[in-house]
């Protein structure tokens, strides 16, 4: 492996390290089971507030973190903001662990991934 090569690695691992931290609290990976579950739509602020029952300052900071991370996108619709999970890049994290996992030394079989999504 290059130095080219490491260094983009650690760049990825340090990325996907700090979306997982942004996932890492209960409040925050419930927002993103939510916003996958109303996707491509998404939803706007009191909509979340409403279903988690989060106080709006915390919700506030909990969407700050997952969007410094990438995790949703954030849209303005009038006087609302309406967050969706970022597909793109859940993918890319997924991808990241599958690829170790499942691909380089078979740590768990492709199909055993397949049936829980299913």
């Not at 303005?76 to 890319?92: H, P, V, W």
Request: net charge negative; proline share 3%.
């Amino acid at each position: 492996m290059t130095h080219a090569q490491l260094k983009t690695t650690t760049e990825q691992v340090t990325k996907y390290a700090d979306m997982f931290s942004a996932m890492g609290t209960e409040s925050r990976l419930r927002i993103m089971q939510l916003l996958l579950s109303a996707h491509p739509d998404g939803l706007v602020v009191g909509e979340i507030q409403e279903e988690l029952d989060i106080p709006n300052s915390t919700l506030s900071h909990h969407l700050d973190k997952l969007k410094s991370e990438d995790l949703v996108k954030v849209q303005r619709e009038s006087t609302f903001l309406r967050y969706t999970a970022n597909t793109e890049a859940l993918q890319d994290l997924l991808q990241f662990l599958y690829a170790e996992c499942c691909t380089r030394n078979k740590a768990v079989q492709p199909k055993a991934i397949i049936q829980v999504c299913r």
